[in-house]
């Protein structure tokens, strides 16, 4: 018989850049680098790069680069060497208040799970840098739930099968900064998909594509979730 009681929401999947991790225009630097890399102009690029912030990186090469396999691989590279050198400068920060959220969750006995649409190595990288590298028993990146990043519910989906955390996905919480993350939320079945605006898309963006709600920052996302429970 399930420990798991009906309304408890005892697992929570966060987005790091732009949602627990301050961005701060890096991935548009470093898919400019990418860009120019590969001779192509990045201002024509930059829009579509906008508008799937949350994606997987390397899918988002192969819809630029008209499905060339070959050149979307040598991007991906150059904007997940560039990312990681803007990183090892020090070009990187936790939101406000997200590590502490992140411990008050887990004090209320919840599973904390971090994802990303960068590669392992980027991921890793970002939590070296924060020190973070035990902050949460599980991260995940596309290619550790089968290469599909967001919109897919993948990496929800990876999260709910190996932690185990609960037993109904109508008990996952989700939060993110991006339309993908919310798309990712919403096809998983989740119960809670908070959009957060402390990232790369707004409000009405963020409702567009099925936020159950809009917080200011996921500082306030242990509050909703026991609004969600009462």
Not at 5 to 32: I, R, S
Not at 188 to 205: K, N, P
Request: proline fraction near 3%.
């Amino acid at each position: 018989m399930s420990t798991h009681t009906k309304n408890t929401y005892g697992l929570v999947v966060l987005d790091m850049a732009g949602t627990t991790v301050a961005d701060d225009g890096l991935v548009e630097q470093a898919f400019t680098v990418a860009a120019e890399h590969l001779g192509e102009d990045p201002a024509a690029m930059i829009g579509h790069v906008r508008a799937t912030m949350g994606e997987s990186k390397i899918s988002v090469f192969r819809h630029l680069l008209g499905g060339d396999e070959r050149r979307a691989r040598q991007a991906n590279l150059a904007f997940e060497e560039a990312y990681g050198e803007l990183v090892a400068d020090g070009r990187i920060a936790p939101l406000p208040g997200a590590a502490e959220t992140i411990a008050v969750l887990q004090e209320q006995g919840r599973t904390v799970v971090l994802t990303t649409g960068f590669a392992r190595v980027t991921q890793d990288a970002i939590l070296d840098a924060l020190g973070w590298r035990d902050l949460v028993g599980l991260t995940l990146c596309p290619a550790d739930t089968g290469g599909r990043g967001r919109p897919y519910p993948d990496m929800v989906l990876g999260a709910f099968l190996r932690t185990g955390a609960v037993d109904d996905v109508r008990r996952i919480a989700v939060a993110g900064d991006t339309s993908y993350d919310m798309l990712s939320g919403v096809r998983s079945g989740a119960g809670i998909v908070a959009g957060v605006l402390t990232g790369a898309h707004d409000e009405a963006a963020l409702k567009e594509h099925g936020a159950t709600r809009v917080l200011a920052s996921v500082a306030e996302l242990p509050e909703l979730i026991r609004e969600y429970e009462a």
